[in-house]
Structures are given as structure tokens and as C-alpha cells.
């Protein structure tokens, strides 16, 4: 649906967009995650037609974004970090104004009906937009947005601001919308990709760095990998055991604890995973694991470790 090739925006010496490439299939949900400043905003700018690429090219449902602007603009709808209302409208007021600014054709009164009850604001058609709270506001924006039923939809930062029940709204909205669409998240909040997207991006000082599908993201960090296993055993038996495990590269007592049980640091060669031989090795030996948690499995982690290393990277290439 989305197809970007070789995209690049630059001003003067400064790349804030360098030779990215990526494709969104029909249908998917995909978090845009970097950095502020890490050119996130602008590749949703080029993709929208708000701003004009240095070179490369972008495609919308085949069609070049350059070449096709308006067709391209009919199929996106999009909700900039800072939704564009205007508070002295109503809400229907505004949606009806809308409507006409996308020249839409579908039947008015039935389609902002629609919209209203998807968004969920049909209590608040005849308030004025100024008199809303901030989660009310950016439904207003979202319904805006999704006026014309656009294919795409591109959201900017689409919970900044809201509190946590919110926050949760705007997502649960945002997984529903994505039934029907494509949809583009641009965030830095992780919990946010986690929670809605099936897929990942990270950009960082203008370059994609990782592109895996969420449930797949541990695969973009390289090197070893790292447990934290709270075992109750002797440690005098427990320590040499796990160092015996194949692919196990080191392993340490990090804690002691009052019951005889230890916390073990085990850390193993990259793509091999120890934690079944190590299950087996202590149910053979009756050592009951209490805990087992794998560092750098959270978003967080990962998101931290891809950009420290291609900022590593890109450090050692100058």
C-alpha cells in the first residue's frame, strides 16, 4: 500500500531524512519509533505531501506522491502531533467544514454519522470544540482525519499529552481503525508500539535502523544475550552446572538470598537460546526456578540497544 524507495530530505549539509527505504502491506499496523529529531516527522510529512523529498520517491497505493498529489492526498488521512482544529466551531460544525475541504461525495449526513460513532463523540456534535477536553480533542481530530474514509491513515504522536485513561482510549481506537486501514503510528512512546502495532521501524539521525515485525523485534539486537535466573539450589552446584550448558558463555552468582536460593547472571552466544537445556538441567537436578527474565527483552532495551549501535556505527564510518 505504502512503498518508499531510496527517500531523502535534506537541508543544507544536514540529512534529516537519509536514503530510506520501506514498504507498509494493505492493512497493516506499523509503529514509526525513533528519537526526537530522528526524522520521523518529516517522513510522515513527504508521505502526506506536506513536504517535498531532496530525492527518492514515495508511493501510495501505486501511485507517486509527486506526480499524483491530489489522488495520493484522497487516499490519506492524516493527525499531526498537534490536531489542526478550530475551537470556535462545533464539532459538527468543523466535520461538516471538513467534508468540504476534502471535497468528499459520500452521503454528508450518513458519513459524519458514521465517523461520530466509530470515534465515539456523537454526545458532543453540538459543543463547542474549545469546551472539550484534550482526549476529546484529538478524537475530533481523528474523526477529521478519517473524513472521505482514506485507505491510510497516518497518526503523529497521537496520545502526547493525554492521561493514562485517555491514552488507552486512543489506542483501543486506533486498533479498531486498523481493521479496515493501513495505519502509520509515529511515536517515541514504546508501550505504544507494543500495545498496537504489528510491525516495527526504528529511524534514528535519519536512517532505518531496525524493521521487524513486533513479536520479532528481540532479532534486531546483535551480540549476546542475557538472563537473570532466580534458582533455589546450592550454589556450589548450581554454578558450574550452567557454565556447562552448551552456549553458555559466562555465568555468575549476582545475589544471595536467605532462603539458600541465588539470583545467576547466564549469558549465552547470540541466536542460541539456553533456557530449555537449562530447565531441563534443574528439573533434573530437583533446583526449582523461582524467577527467569531475559534483559533486553523489554521494547525499551531493545529501542536503546539499535540506536546505540548504529550511532556506534555511524561514529566509526566518519
Given at each position: 500500500?505504502?512503498?518508499?524507495?531510496?527517500?531523502?530530505?535534506?537541508?543544507g549539509?544536514?540529512?534529516?531524512?537519509?536514503d530510506?527505504?520501506?514498504?507498509?502491506?494493505?492493512?497493516?499496523?506499523?509503529?514509526?519509533l525513533?528519537?526526537?529529531?530522528?526524522?520521523?516527522?518529516?517522513?510522515?510529512?513527504?508521505?502526506?505531501?506536506?513536504?517535498?523529498?531532496?530525492s527518492?520517491?514515495?508511493?501510495v497505493?501505486?501511485?507517486?506522491?509527486?506526480?499524483?498529489?491530489?489522488?495520493?492526498?484522497?487516499?490519506?488521512?492524516f493527525?499531526?502531533?498537534?490536531?489542526?482544529?478550530?475551537?470556535?466551531?462545533?464539532?459538527k460544525?468543523?466535520?461538516?467544514?471538513i467534508?468540504?475541504l476534502?471535497?468528499?461525495?459520500?452521503?454528508r449526513?450518513?458519513?459524519?454519522e458514521?465517523?461520530?460513532r466509530?470515534?465515539?463523540?456523537?454526545?458532543?456534535?453540538?459543543?463547542?470544540?474549545r469546551?472539550?477536553?484534550k482526549?476529546y480533542?484529538?478524537?475530533?481530530?481523528?474523526?477529521?482525519?478519517?473524513?472521505?474514509?482514506?485507505?491510510?491513515?497516518?497518526?503523529?504522536?497521537?496520545?502526547?499529552?493525554?492521561?493514562?485513561?485517555?491514552?488507552?482510549?486512543?489506542?483501543?481506537?486506533?486498533?479498531e481503525?486498523g481493521?479496515?486501514?493501513?495505519?502509520?503510528l509515529?511515536?517515541?512512546?514504546?508501550?505504544?508500539?507494543?500495545?498496537?502495532?504489528?510491525r516495527?521501524?526504528?529511524?534514528?539521525?535519519?536512517?532505518?535502523v531496525?524493521?521487524?515485525k513486533?513479536?520479532?523485534?528481540?532479532?534486531a539486537i546483535?551480540?549476546?544475550?542475557r538472563?537473570?535466573?532466580?534458582?533455589?539450589g546450592?550454589?556450589?552446584?548450581?554454578?558450574?552446572?550452567?557454565?556447562?550448558?552448551?552456549?553458555?558463555?559466562?555465568?555468575?552468582?549476582?545475589?544471595k538470598?536467605?532462603?539458600?536460593?541465588?539470583?545467576y547472571?547466564?549469558?549465552?552466544?547470540?541466536?542460541i537460546?539456553?533456557?530449555k537445556?537449562?530447565?531441563?538441567m534443574?528439573?533434573?537436578?530437583?533446583?526449582?526456578?523461582?524467577?527467569?527474565?531475559?534483559?533486553?527483552?523489554?521494547?525499551?532495551?531493545i529501542?536503546?540497544?539499535?540506536?546505540?549501535?548504529a550511532?556506534?556505527?555511524?561514529?566509526?564510518?566518519?
Amino acid at each position: 500500500m505504502i512503498k518508499v524507495e531510496h527517500l531523502t530530505k535534506q537541508y543544507g549539509e544536514r540529512y534529516a531524512v537519509n536514503d530510506i527505504s520501506f514498504e507498509v502491506k494493505k492493512g497493516e499496523i506499523v509503529g514509526f519509533l525513533g528519537p526526537n529529531g530522528a526524522g520521523k516527522s518529516t517522513t510522515m510529512n513527504i508521505l502526506t505531501g506536506y513536504l517535498s523529498s531532496t530525492s527518492g520517491r514515495a508511493m501510495v497505493d501505486g501511485l507517486d506522491i509527486l506526480e499524483h498529489p491530489l489522488a495520493v492526498k484522497k487516499k490519506i488521512g492524516f493527525l499531526p502531533e498537534t490536531p489542526p482544529l478550530y475551537l470556535e466551531m462545533t464539532v459538527k460544525e468543523y466535520l461538516n467544514f471538513i467534508y468540504d475541504l476534502k471535497k468528499c461525495t459520500l452521503n454528508r449526513k450518513e458519513h459524519i454519522e458514521e465517523i461520530c460513532r466509530v470515534v465515539k463523540i456523537e454526545d458532543t456534535m453540538n459543543r463547542m470544540i474549545r469546551n472539550l477536553s484534550k482526549g476529546y480533542r484529538q478524537r475530533v481530530g481523528i474523526a477529521g482525519a478519517i473524513v472521505g474514509n482514506p485507505e491510510v491513515i497516518i497518526f503523529d504522536e497521537p496520545t502526547n499529552g493525554l492521561d493514562p485513561k485517555q491514552i488507552i482510549d486512543i489506542r483501543s481506537l486506533i486498533r479498531e481503525l486498523g481493521k479496515e486501514r493501513t495505519i502509520i503510528l509515529s511515536t517515541h512512546i514504546l508501550s505504544e508500539v507494543k500495545a498496537v502495532c504489528d510491525r516495527i521501524l526504528i529511524i534514528n539521525e535519519g536512517k532505518i535502523v531496525a524493521d521487524e515485525k513486533t513479536e520479532n523485534i528481540e532479532s534486531a539486537i546483535r551480540g549476546n544475550r542475557r538472563l537473570n535466573i532466580h534458582i533455589d539450589g546450592p550454589t556450589a552446584s548450581v554454578l558450574p552446572a550452567l557454565k556447562k550448558i552448551n552456549g553458555v558463555i559466562y555465568a555468575n552468582v549476582a545475589q544471595k538470598y536467605e532462603d539458600g536460593s541465588a539470583l545467576y547472571i547466564v549469558e549465552s552466544k547470540n541466536n542460541i537460546d539456553v533456557r530449555k537445556p537449562i530447565f531441563y538441567m534443574l528439573a533434573q537436578n530437583s533446583w526449582p526456578i523461582m524467577s527467569l527474565a531475559i534483559k533486553g527483552s523489554d521494547l525499551e532495551d531493545i529501542f536503546i540497544s539499535v540506536v546505540d549501535e548504529a550511532e556506534a556505527q555511524a561514529a566509526s564510518e566518519k
